[in-house]
């Protein structure tokens, strides 16, 4: 990505950035950005706007990271439920390793439900 590129973000990306800016973010303090004297626009965008949200505080989050910028995205598939980049095991992985786990339990707990039930 070059950096006069403007990056357009999905709802949920947009909503994992602005969490990041609430907890990470040194410029910002009662939803107002401190350098800027004024509402902070990176949490009223869409777009990536501010460079050092995209330069300091977006790192912080290396899957929102490759998401955004385009990084180290080769050999990752995209979470069958979050949709967070990983790197599958096999061909057949369709999970991130926390869904996984969640996944595994909620799939198990319905197979026992249908034997408990006679099916």
């Known amino acids: 990505m070059t950096d006069n590129q403007l990056i357009i973000m999905t709802s949920m990306q947009r909503r994992r950035a602005a969490g990041l800016i609430r907890d990470s973010c040194a410029n910002f303090a ?51 439920v979050c949709g967070r980049p990983f790197k599958a ?17 909620r799939k198990e707990a319905a197979r026992q439900a249908r034997r408990r039930a006679g099916k």
């Open 89 to 105: 095991n096999s061909n057949r992985g369709r999970y991130c390793p926390e869904c996984a786990a969640k996944e595994r339990r």
């Open 30 to 80: 009662l939803g107002r950005c401190v350098v800027l004297d004024t509402a902070c626009v990176q949490i009223l965008s869409e777009s990536l706007l501010c460079n050092y949200f995209k330069n300091a505080v977006l790192p912080l989050d290396g899957a929102l990271h490759a998401q955004l910028m385009g990084i180290g995205t080769e050999g990752l598939k995209a979470c069958a």
